[in-house]
């Protein structure tokens, strides 16, 4: 029932900025849990960030800490994922997922197997 449709991607220098954006539709965003996924060539699936259903706070990878936020927008239908000071290793595709459990996921949120419906995926490349 419910769809996510992601855009934002692009190329960027290191040091840039993207915002990605996840709209939902067929149900309310408010009931899920929303998690950003990366996957490079060659290396598995990895947890980005992900923002709780009910107290909406939030959880990042290492990796991103201090450079990314993750943020929502329940009454339009979006999630987002801006992300600062590019480097080359966080070219991936960029995948937006959510989870439907009455409550938050909390440190769940950055496990793959946790989340029922996922978007199409959206290239993120930062090169010189």
């Known amino acids: 029932q419910l769809q996510l449709v992601e855009s934002g991607g692009g190329l960027v220098q290191p040091g840039g900025s993207l915002r990605l954006s996840c709209v939902a539709s067929g149900f309310p965003l408010d009931y899920y849990t929303i998690g950003w996924f990366r996957q490079a060539p060659g290396r598995a699936r990895e947890g980005v960030s992900s923002?709780?259903?009910?107290?909406?706070?939030?959880y990042y990878a290492d990796s991103v800490k201090g450079r990314f936020t993750v943020s929502r927008d329940n009454a339009n239908n979006t999630a987002y994922l801006q992300m600062n000071d590019l480097k080359p290793e966080d070219t991936a595709v960029y995948f937006c997922a959510a989870d439907d459990s009455v409550y938050g996921l909390g440190p769940r949120g950055l496990n793959e197997p946790e989340y029922d419906y996922w978007g199409q995926g959206t290239q993120v490349t930062v090169s010189s």
């Open positions: 923002i709780n259903s009910d107290d909406y706070a939030t």
